[in-house]
């Protein structure tokens, strides 16, 4: 464990290696793309997961309205 964390600089991207030098615009590019990659992603799982929920709640309520009316 000790010589994973040891090599960790070594094995850090170009932004967290030299933080007080000049990165290259690309690394800085990448870095605000899978930022927002991530972003997206999680937008689009709770997009799936409201929807999922809506469909539920309002077959819930349908079959609770059917129930009630004896049918």
Do not use: Y
């Not at 690394?27 to 709770?46: D, H, K, Y």
Request: proline share 3%; hydrophobic share 55%.
């Amino acid at each position: 464990m000790a010589i994973v964390l040891l090599n960790a600089p070594v094995l850090a991207c170009a932004g967290c290696r030299e933080p007080g030098e000049e990165v290259e615009a690309t690394t800085v590019m990448a870095g605000f793309g899978f930022s927002w990659g991530v972003i997206v992603m999680l937008g689009f799982l709770f997009s799936i997961c409201s929807g999922l929920g809506w469909f539920v709640v309002k077959t819930v309520k349908a079959v609770d309205a059917n129930h009630e009316a004896g049918q």
